[in-house]
């Protein structure tokens, strides 16, 4: 389903769906990675909603490319980086804050949020746990945590929004990943650790970036079981 999400710079599309029984379900977002809301980020929302919750993936390049679902290719990846450019930390929590009031208005959610993000769209989930709030927080693979080498990671580092985390977020990452290094995750664990956060950070031995969206990771199985376990645990 594709639903119509309103916010103050108008209509934001996405993917919705829901487990296939009826009844009042929790419900989670779902934050894309670079390349936009691709195939890989709706088979994640399906998986999430077979769980058991209603899963909305908001287009969070709504402004600059709606719908916008690019290859990954350098070129893909190109025009990801010129996109990523375009957002903003007020425009990222403002569209979070439209899918959370998206989802409450609904009859078959419970009104328990939570988020799940991969890569950049874990990046974005991070820092809309530290202004909004979520039970729990699944991040996979963030980079650019601890700079300000991006619009949504600055004026200051996200990372020093952590005190803001209300619940708790899980944090996955491998240790061969090459846009993440041993540097930031523990800069990353120590800061949440700092500032009281319950938090698991999960270091997966091998493997390497976006390994979520490989269909033949050896790494596929433990992460799931984390994940649902996480929201089952805040959720229910």
């Known amino acids: 389903m594709n639903p119509t999400v309103l916010t103050s710079d108008g209509p934001m599309g996405g993917y919705l769906v ?18 936009g809301l691709t195939e890989d980020v709706r088979a994640v929302a399906d998986r999430i909603a077979g769980m058991g919750y209603v899963v909305l993936a908001p287009d969070y390049y709504h402004r600059a490319d709606p719908g916008v679902e690019l290859p990954a290719t350098d070129e893909g990846r190109a025009r990801g980086f010129e996109l990523i450019a375009t957002l903003s930390r007020t425009g990222v929590l403002e569209d979070t804050r439209a899918a959370v009031d998206y989802l409450a208005a609904r009859d078959d959610t419970s009104g328990a949020v939570g988020m799940v993000g991969l890569s950049l769209g874990g990046h974005l989930a991070y820092l809309a ?25 600055s004026p200051e580092p996200t990372l020093d929004l952590t005190p803001g985390i209300k619940g708790k977020l899980v944090y996955i990452v491998g240790d061969r990943d090459h ?18 956060i319950r938090h698991e950070m999960v270091v997966l031995a091998g493997a390497p970036h976006a390994f979520l969206a490989q269909e033949d990771s050896p790494y596929h199985a433990e992460t799931w079981q984390r994940i649902e376990r996480a929201l089952a645990d805040e959720l229910a």
């Open 18 to 35: 829901r487990p296939a029984g009826d009844g009042v379900y929790p419900a989670v977002i779902v934050a894309h990675q670079l390349f």
């Open 129 to 153: 746990a530290t202004q909004l709030g979520f039970p729990i927080t699944v991040v996979l693979y963030a980079g650019w945590l601890t700079g300000t080498d991006i619009p949504v990671s």
């Open 179 to 196: 846009a993440i290094t041993e540097e930031q995750r523990t800069a990353i664990a120590e800061r949440l650790r700092a500032d009281g």
